[in-house]
């Protein structure tokens, strides 16, 4: 299983970013996929999560921000976040899921998913 992760960069707060996360090597469909962050010093948190359904769960942090979204015929995962702030500023990574819970569950304790790309960073500068 593979996820690669890309479209981190720079940029200004009140600016717009889109990471994409590309699946390979796994059955996409059925699973829960999400975006999850760690900030220097501070420990990995849930941003956002999909379900199989389209279903979209955010963090509260980031909730009216960001959206999250996906192409499961080309097991591609996306996030688009504007009004960024300078405390979103972390390294990004999204991480897939075998679903037993329900998604806010899962992005209420980052450490359960499967599998994890390598991450992406986002610097919002003020």
């Known amino acids: 299983v593979q996820l690669v992760e890309s479209g981190g960069g720079s940029v200004q707060s009140g600016g717009s970013l889109r990471l994409s996360c590309v699946v390979s090597?796994?059955?996409?469909?059925?699973?829960?996929v999400a975006w999850l962050r760690q900030a220097p010093g501070k420990e990995r948190e849930g941003v956002a999560i999909?379900?199989?359904?389209?279903?979209?769960t955010y963090a509260a942090s980031v909730k009216g921000r960001f959206t999250i979204s996906q192409d499961n015929a080309k097991s591609t995962l996306s996030l688009q976040m504007d009004s960024l702030k300078p405390e979103d500023t972390a390294m990004y990574y999204c991480?897939?899921?075998?679903?037993?819970?329900?998604?806010?569950?899962?992005?209420?304790?980052?450490?359960?998913?499967?599998?994890w790309g390598q991450g992406t960073q986002v610097t919002v500068s003020s």
């Open positions: 090597g796994y059955t996409y469909s059925g699973y829960y």
């Open positions: 991480a897939t899921k075998t679903p037993t819970y329900s998604a806010d569950w899962y992005l209420a304790r980052p450490w359960s998913f499967d599998y």
């Open positions: 999909i379900t199989n359904d389209g279903t979209a």
